[in-house]
């Protein structure tokens, strides 16, 4: 397998699977390297790292991604039709954000993001448009700049995260930018429920699910990347879907929290996916307030093979 990755995600993501591709890479199923596999679809692609580590394989022609994340699912469709533009204006925010002082920046990031939160009614998600460059422009802009480069909304899909302190924050990546969209050239990207990614899965497919994770605990819920919740029913109507593919004959990945890192009893996905290969992996602990709770803990990969 490569080392040597070029496009990473454009988006800081909460739950970003960075720190995991080792641990993917070394579970990967051998029909992948083997050309048995042609299709790789992600019915929860998020910031995209597992979906760009693996584009860059050069082991599969045709990508499907999803999302239940209408402003995501716009960011991917924009830099896939419209990079170049993208890259202009993004360095414009750039150089005017770097040339504010401390009291300047707040108010201009407030300013943006009270702009991009108006903005959103007006917007169509469904067809592409030009105004869909600022959109995402401002939406990298807003994570690049905001507290822990975060993306959360509230119950009216509005951005609601503070501004950050970063001094120096490099808010154009145009490489990065470009290199994505490259890879995008052969991605069918689609907004909606991770069960209608069904109908393109087949016995040569590979599918890694990366679901909002199951809280560890009921302090450490951060599942707020769209307006629906992710709760436990919603672990088990994704577990049914695996199943459902599983007899397709599709190889599958499936990534989420160990509830036994905080209660050695609690065997919610032990029991769901009985039956499966359930491996518990080391993983960062990158996103809590607290810095003395970053530390490592397990993460599970739950595989059909």
């Given amino acids: 397998m490569k080392n040597s990755m070029q496009a990473r995600p454009f988006l800081k993501w909460a739950g970003g699977k960075s720190q995991l591709i080792k641990e993917i890479d070394i579970n990967l199923p ?46 991917y469709k924009t830099i896939q039709e419209n990079v170049e533009d993208l890259i202009e204006l993004l360095l414009k925010l750039q150089d005017k954000y770097l040339s504010f002082d ?25 067809t592409y448009h030009p105004d869909w460059v ?25 951005f609601n995260v503070p501004i950050g302190r970063y001094k120096n ?47 560890l605990s009921k302090t450490a819920n951060f599942t ?11 672990q088990l109507r994704l577990r049914d879907f695996f199943r459902v593919l599983d007899q397709k004959g599709a190889k599958l990945i499936l990534s989420n929290s160990d509830p036994k890192n905080e209660d050695l009893t ?17 993983a960062k602990r990158t996103i809590n307030s607290n810095a003395n709770q970053r530390g490592q803990i397990n993460e599970l990969l739950i595989m059909n093979y």
Avoid: M
Wanted: hydrophobic content about 35%; glycine content about 4%.
């Fill in 224 to 234: 707020s990347y769209s307006k629906e919740t992710f709760d436990d029913s919603s």
């Fill in 30 to 75: 051998e029909e992948l390297a083997q050309g048995k596999i042609n299709r790789y679809i992600e019915p929860f692609v998020g910031g995209g790292a597992v979906f760009l580590y693996i584009a860059q394989l050069d082991k599969v022609e045709e990508f499907f991604i999803w999302d239940i994340n209408p402003e995501l699912v716009l960011a």
């Fill in 102 to 126: 401390v009291e300047e920046r707040k108010q201009y990031f407030y300013q943006i993001r009270s702009q991009f939160n108006q903005q959103r009614q007006q917007i169509d998600f469904q």
């Fill in 266 to 282: 609690d065997n919610f996905f032990d029991a769901a996916y009985a039956g499966y290969q359930i491996k518990r992996v080391k």
């Fill in 169 to 215: 924050p490099k808010i154009c990546h145009a490489n990065n930018l470009k290199a994505v969209a490259q890879i995008l050239q052969n991605t069918q990207i689609h907004y909606g429920d991770f069960t209608d990614s069904e109908a393109f899965v087949n016995n040569r497919s590979l599918v890694y699910f990366d679901p909002p994770y199951r809280p």
């Fill in 134 to 158: 600022e959109r995402t422009a401002h939406l990298i802009f807003l994570n690049r700049t905001c507290f822990n480069g975060l993306f959360r909304v509230n119950s009216k899909g509005e």
